[in-house]
């Protein structure tokens, strides 16, 4: 029993020892082939590396980032291949060698063993550049600055907005107010000031309005997120964004001019709530009843501005720089006229640039006289101020773009 473990294992070390000694007399003995089987692998590499290249150019050309693995694949085969060709010089036959190999074993075992690994590296690369995709969508960084819209009235609806944006038990908020007292514009800058703090890893502000697209609005979101959504079907479309959604640590969706209730998960793919907590929505709405169905707690109302601030944006629309006492009067009545509604400053304003005082009694009677009670769902003072400036506004083409 102990002879016959004996012999076993004397057996057992002794084919150990010969596939040993085989292998490590490889480089002496198939130095020929070793050789050749090196310059075929490395041709292989080299094609490879030359198809990947390709697919790099043309994702460059496509505006899309190069996969962090990609780059790592290509710099390891420029080294590996550097460092074969430089091994390929020394195996170049001379003349001193015989038959095609160099007589000195011990060279050939060293130079033999070095290909070897060089070898077995190009196998490795060889298998990890079995790549998918080379590349991938950038986000297209929309870093659109402050452009100073804030006034002493609209400061205090845009402190709480940021105070509701930095608290982690708010995931809604809601600005409501009527049509053209500035929401737009002051989500716009909640954006960009909230850009500036990096309150959020990323924040995408996207028209809902009263017929929306939905898969537009999906598009547009999945655009900025770098993800682009083949799916045709509705459900597939939002389920595709909303597990891209889900992976954002913290992301600001701004809904901006919504009019209806919407289902943000089964409309959009917006994941929100318990369902992601990283995703906060900010909703603009005229009707307060809307940021209530929509499930928001947070709701701000953004009111007209105050007499002052209303008469520095219509100052400077209009580019006012008669400071006469008569007309002082007249600009503080057709500011008045304008009920502290930046759209309508404005429009009045830009239609009374450079115009005289007659000019501008004759639009003060306009905008007193404007007989809008019959007409339904529009906002008074708009309007009024808006046919205001279209009278003013002299060319047809001009005309046609507030024939809205
Ligand atoms: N703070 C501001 N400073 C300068 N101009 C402003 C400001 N707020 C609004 N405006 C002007 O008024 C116009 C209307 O504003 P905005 O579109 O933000 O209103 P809105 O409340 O979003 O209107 P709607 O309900 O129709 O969507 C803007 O195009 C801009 O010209
Ligand atoms: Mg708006």
């Known amino acids: ?161 940021m105070e509701a944006l930095k608290s982690d038990d708010c995931n809604m908020v809601g600005l409501y107010g009527i049509g053209g007292v500035g929401k737009t514009t002051l989500a716009q800058e909640v954006r960009a000031r909230a850009t500036e703090l990096k309150l959020f890893d990323n924040i995408v502000m996207v028209v809902v309005s009263q017929n929306p697209n939905f898969s537009a609005i999906q598009d547009e979101i999945a655009e900025r997120l770098g993800l682009k959504i083949e799916e045709k079907v509705k459900e597939a479309r939002a389920s595709r964004l909303s597990s891209r959604l889900k992976q954002e640590k913290k992301i600001l969706i701004i809904l901006d001019d919504v009019w209806g209730d919407l289902d943000l998960a089964n409309d959009i793919g917006i994941p929100h709530g318990d369902d992601h907590k990283g995703c906060k929505i900010l909703l603009t709405t005229r009707r307060l009843h809307v940021c209530k169905s929509m499930g928001s707690k947070k709701n701000i109302e953004l009111a007209a501005l105050k007499y002052e601030d209303a008469r520095a944006l219509f100052e400077k629309s209009a580019d006012l720089t008669d400071k006469s006492p008569e007309l002082n009067e007249i600009v503080k009545e057709v500011v008045r006229e304008c009920k502290g509604l930046p759209l309508a400053i404005v429009a009045v304003g830009k239609a009374l640039r450079e115009k005289t005082l007659d000019e501008y009694k004759r639009a003060l009677n306009q905008l007193k006289d404007a007989r809008l009670d019959e007409i339904e769902d529009v906002d008074k003072e708009v309007y009024k101020s808006l046919m205001l400036s279209y009278d003013y506004l002299k060319s047809k083409q001009t005309k046609s773009c507030f024939l809205l």
């Not at 004996?6 to 050789?35: A, C, H, W």
């Not at 460059?60 to 060709?85: F, H, P, T, Y």
């Not at 001193?96 to 000195?104: A, H, K, M, S």
């Open 1 to 161: 029993m102990g002879d016959q473990f004996i012999t076993d294992m004397v057996s057992k070390i002794g084919g150990y020892l010969m596939d040993l000694t085989i292998n490590e007399l490889r480089p002496v003995f198939q130095f020929k082939s070793i050789v050749e089987d090196l310059k075929h692998k490395s041709d292989n590499l080299c094609s490879k590396q030359r198809t990947i290249q390709d697919k790099i150019c043309r994702a460059k050309q496509n505006s899309e980032a190069i996969n962090d693995d990609v780059r790592k694949w290509v710099s390891d085969v420029e080294d590996i291949l550097k460092r074969v060709q430089n091994l390929e010089e020394k195996l170049r036959p001379n003349k001193r060698w015989l038959c095609g190999q160099c007589p000195n074993m011990i060279w050939r075992y060293h130079l033999g063993k070095d290909a070897m690994k060089e070898m077995a590296a190009i196998k490795m690369l060889q298998q990890e550049g079995d790549f998918g995709q080379v590349s991938h969508h950038t986000i297209v960084d929309v870093n659109i600055p402050s452009q100073e819209t804030l006034f002493e009235s609209t400061e205090s609806a845009f402190d709480q907005i």
